[in-house]
């Protein structure tokens, strides 16, 4: 895992995306969470080409003091759904505007996952708002 900012306090939110291609992508995030003093760590772990690696991590993020998993993914955007299937803690789905369908497919497939494998779910794109989501649920979880 890739620590983006040294933090002060525990590093609260997991942001996970398939590709380090998706970086860029998701940067907003990184800005919201920065501007809020939320400790985080980015990790790059495919679901198709990691899925052992992928499992792993899920399995080991409430262990290792995260209290929300950002997922960021395109195309078939599995890597939400198999993340939730692993951990207890929240899971935000982040549907990327890549591809032909610009997104969409990711989008109806992270908001489709089946009963038991629950993922909040933001806009095609919209990293700020699955940040402050993410802080939301840390604030519900600390009152």
Do not use: W
């Not at 692993?86 to 890549?98: E, K, N």
């Amino acid at each position: 895992m890739k620590k983006r900012r040294e933090t002060v306090a525990n590093d609260l939110v997991l942001i996970l995306a398939g590709s380090e291609g998706d970086r860029e992508r998701i940067s907003a995030a990184f800005d919201v969470l920065d501007e809020a003093g939320i400790g985080y760590d980015f990790a790059v772990s495919s679901a198709h080409r990691d899925a052992d690696r992928t499992v792993q991590i899920a399995k080991d993020a409430a262990g290792k003091g995260y209290k929300v998993i950002i997922a960021a993914a395109g195309l078939a955007a599995a890597l939400p759904g198999v993340i939730a299937a692993h951990t207890d803690l929240p899971v935000i789905g982040l549907p990327l505007d890549v591809g032909p369908l610009r997104g969409v497919d990711a989008l109806y497939a992270i908001a489709q996952l089946p009963s038991g494998c629950p993922v909040g779910t933001v806009g095609i794109g919209n990293a700020q708002n699955a940040a402050l989501l993410a802080i939301r649920v840390l604030n519900c979880a600390a009152s």
